[in-house]
């Protein structure tokens, strides 16, 4: 590529590394047909009833039967009911969730230390050196997919490849149940043919944008010069470069780092005094301040989130020099921000309190012994 | 108001008296300058809510070549514009004029400015101090003794106490202690001039170092006069007036550790440079954190960052005494610490990895009359 007066040079290949993306099958209705033999051949939907809360919420996941009716996630609750009046839906109990997750995860942890979680239904894996001395990494993708069925009764899809964005498009591309294997030699011609939007971060709008200028597939995009994906698309235009020539460097992070902690909730009926508000608030505070305790972090940006009736929302932050040491200096900030910016004549629907700029509690500084 | 005057001797008091001045203060005629011209000579106001600092110009004074043809007295603002407009005149000199509706006429050889003024009598008064309770400090030492304290105010307002220097005068002497809560300063001296008063006051860091630029080294002494909530330094040609802080400030004497269990003596050049160097590392890390061992005979610093790398500095020292300690604290604490000694090596006194640590002159008589103390960071 040339920038002005420089050059530089093709980016290249790195195929020594062995990646798995371990995506379980619908995930959170798969859970609960397991748990409820009944379910098995229902259209079942996690998401709360439309019928029942008067038509709030989102789907969190559907059952293949259910997505037969055309039902997917992240669609309305209310549209799925259209879509599938006979749908059972199920409201979602992330902790069960949670702990299954951890169990699936045990079973990793048996092959790998290298995880990396996208979600507690789908994770990387990066087996180049793993605990059981394997060199074919098509085997532990095998032994995992079997294991977490015959000790779960759960059915996973996994992409086998020697990048993360090659092995996310393999376990993608055939499901439920699916096991594909994209080796160095095939890579590029698989790539050729595979629909835009199958490239990962290529969503709706970039998918307009692709169909105006007849990108469909890989080999549409292969045409493109890195200089003028850069102009049309700016750094994802670059990443979409070295994506379909099979490139992808990221390395499997073990460590998510949190940014942001937080917890926020929808009333029903609006709120519309300051006692309620601020009684929410402390509560919500001590929440928020006691998950982080838990999780060995402390932060120094509090984020106050509300939602007036007629749905403006709105975000005020504020940020302290340092670390906020209690639930009550979290919910003493969090205050002051609801009596600065709120209007409780409004009426209030949602709130939510975060604290960001995370950091883990490694290191304090030790204060004096300040009385006033 | 009419008078002539040397460019560069009035643009010097101009600019002490913006020492005072803020171009983000929410009364706006504070962002001016008050020019007052009486017989005796030229009196300049700049103030902000906390500090008000006032300069004079004597027509006694040869070099400001002052010449007075009539009194009165004008805002220019903001001064910033003003002092620019003055330092870019062509002459030596220049003439100042007020005519009809606050506007003052700028000339200087061939060169005129018609400025906008405002009514000096918008602008607020300082308060009238009663001269005889004023007592007199020694400016080198008073100089010292804020350079020495004024580094570990806190500069956040949430505890806006600990935003100052804790004075406490009288007795024959002068005590200063400031902390942020992870460190603390701590100086006294003895001033034969201050026997007979008696006064506590927290002055704010900010007053401080502004009191410490219009301070010259050539002045002997300065007169101090403490009223309920005010504090003004007298000089011959320069007032400042600050505000004091209001509250109690936290008892700090039981703070400074009176035991020790390793101690180390060594060059201050030589501890500086090691700091400074591991702090290179540790300022690009996350955390600004350096380890100190002490072990074998063996002073070891250390720094680290997870995306540059690492530092070791072995340390040369002249004695050391004690237990083995590993110690980790923020180096620029240490950093500031150390430029405030004037001797060529200091005594650092530990108890443990968990307790404040002091550093003090090298064979000092005792843990009071100078200390610079500093928290560890606890690791896990």
Partial sequence: ?372 | MKFSVNRLVFLDKLRTVQLAISSKTTIPILTGVKIEVSQEGIKLTGSNADISIEAFLETTDDAAQLVIEETGSLVLQPARFFADIVNKLPDETFSFATQDSFQAIIKSATSSFKIHGIDADNYPYLPDMDEHLAFKLPVQLLKQVIQQTVHSVSPHETRPILTGVKFDIGGGKLKAVSTDSHRLSQRQVSVAEIDHVEYSVVIPGTSLNELVKILDDELEEVSVIVVENQILFMTEDTYLYSRLLEGNYPKTDQLIPTETNTQITLNIAALRGAVERASLLSHAGKNNIVTLNVAEGILRLTGQSSEVGSVVEDIPYISMTGDPIEISFNPDYLKQALQTFVGNDVTIEFISSLRPFIVLPAAAANRVDFVQLITPIRTR
């Fill in chain 1, 1 to 372: 590529m040339e920038y002005s007066l420089l050059k530089f040079k093709e980016p290249k290949r790195r195929t020594d590394r062995k990646i798995l993306h371990i995506d379980m099958d619908a995930f959170y209705a798969s859970v609960e047909i397991r748990e409820n033999e009944k379910l098995r051949h229902l259209p079942v939907i996690i998401g709360p009833d439309p019928r029942e809360n008067g038509g709030h919420g989102v789907v969190a996941t559907a059952s293949y039967v259910a997505r037969q009716y055309g039902v997917h996630s992240a669609m309305s609750a209310e549209e799925a009911l259209r879509k599938c009046p006979e749908g059972i839906f199920i409201r979602p109990n992330f902790e069960r969730y949670r702990q299954i997750s951890h169990q699936i995860h045990d079973i990793f942890k048996e092959y790998t230390s290298v995880i990396q979680p996208l979600a507690l239904d789908e994770a990387y894996l990066d087996v180049t050196h793993n605990r059981i001395n394997e060199k074919s990494a098509i085997k532990i993708g095998r032994q995992i997919q079997y294991e977490i069925y015959d000790k779960l009764q759960l059915t996973s899809s996994v992409g086998v490849s020697y990048n993360k964005f090659l092995a996310k498009v393999a376990s993608d591309y055939h499901k439920p149940a699916g096991f594909t294997v994209i080796t160095p030699d095939q890579a590029e011609i698989f790539l050729l043919d595979l629909p835009i939007e199958a490239f990962i971060g290529v969503g709706t709008k970039t998918k307009e944008k692709m169909v105006e200028l007849e990108i469909k597939t890989g080999r549409d995009l292969l045409a493109w010069t890195q200089v003028e994906l850069a102009a049309t698309f700016g750094k994802f235009g670059r990443t979409l470069y070295k994506r379909v020539r099979g490139i992808d460097d990221r390395p499997v992070v073990t460590h998510h780092v949190r940014k942001s902690l937080g917890k926020e909730k929808t009333y029903i009926h609006e709120m519309k005094t300051d006692k309620e508000i601020l009684g929410q608030l402390q509560k919500m505070s001590q929440d928020v301040y006691a998950s982080l305790k838990k999780d060995g972090l402390h932060g120094k940006t509090v984020v106050l989130k509300y939602r007036y009736r007629n749905f403006d929302t709105y975000t005020r932050r504020k940020t302290c020099f340092e670390y906020i040491a209690s639930d009550s200096e979290l919910f003493l900030h969090v205050m002051n921000l609801w009596r600065e910016f709120g209007d409780v004549t409004r009426g209030v629907r949602l709130l939510g309190v975060t604290i960001s700029t995370l950091d883990p509690i490694y290191y304090e500084n030790i204060p004096l012994d300040l009385h006033m």
